[in-house]
């Protein structure tokens, strides 16, 4: 565990759960759903309160094991009819409020790089942006579903800008981790996203955003082609 102030590890634990509360929310509740990710939680949770992710001189990382599975999943839900048919059922409206857990995970980073636990790089002074997409995913949503008044091209320009600054600010956070590789940070590594409940950040969040916004692309392109038979 960090040496954290408390205010932190709880603002990130009510983070975790308004993620999950958004997502299951835009499955519908989905059994499915709601067990898969408390299991998650569960299992993530035992395994990294043992110190095992905390240990970075082995490889390959052991990172592996918190990131890969969620990652496996979502390549299967695209690969798959039963994945594809899946997704169709899920609230795009919603997926796109979920972005807004952006704005606290942002400001979170920040409070992790006062106290030492995440490089300057990784935070809205540094190189990472993403700030940006949990602000303007309000937007999107009120405009874009709620007053309907943005096109689906605005929405779609949208969603890519804001994967690329995910992509952006999951490239530098990787890199910060004091692997081997570590290419940035090596005054103050990304030490944080080893520890309780950090981890959930890149085991959890990240992959529900990600998700988010790749069937919210396939949603639009979906309704472009059924457009186009009916034109």
């Not at 990784?122 to 309000?138: A, H, K, P, Q, V």
């Not at 605005?154 to 800008?161: K, P, Q, R, Y």
């Amino acid at each position: 565990m960090l040496d954290l102030p408390i205010y932190i590890t709880l603002s990130f634990g009510l983070t975790i759960l308004l993620s999950v509360f958004l997502f299951c929310k835009a499955t519908a509740y989905s059994k499915t759903i709601v067990v898969v990710l408390s299991l998650w939680l569960v299992i993530q949770s035992v395994i990294c309160l043992t110190g095992f992710y905390a240990v970075t001189d082995v490889l390959p990382p052991r990172f592996i094991f918190l990131v890969a599975p969620p990652l496996v999943a979502i390549v299967l839900l695209f690969a798959t009819s039963k994945g594809k048919k899946y997704m169709d059922g899920w609230n795009v409206k919603a997926l796109t409020l979920l972005h807004v857990v952006r704005i606290p995970v942002e400001l979170i980073l920040f409070q992790l790089f006062l106290n030492k636990a995440v490089p300057e790089i990784m935070t809205f002074e540094g190189r990472n942006f993403d700030i940006i997409s949990g602000i303007s995913s309000l937007i999107i949503f009120y405009f874009g579903y709620v007053k309907n008044v943005l096109s689906q091209k605005i929405i779609m320009v949208w969603n890519i800008v804001c994967l690329l600054l995910l992509l952006n600010i999951v490239f530098h956070g990787v890199l910060s981790v004091p692997y081997p590789f570590q290419q940035f940070g090596f005054e103050q590594p990304n030490i944080a996203l080893l520890h309780f409940p950090f981890i959930f950040l890149p085991g959890l969040i990240v992959p529900l955003v990600l998700l988010s916004h790749l069937v919210s692309i396939r949603y639009i392109l979906k309704n472009n082609q059924k457009l186009k038979l009916y034109e």
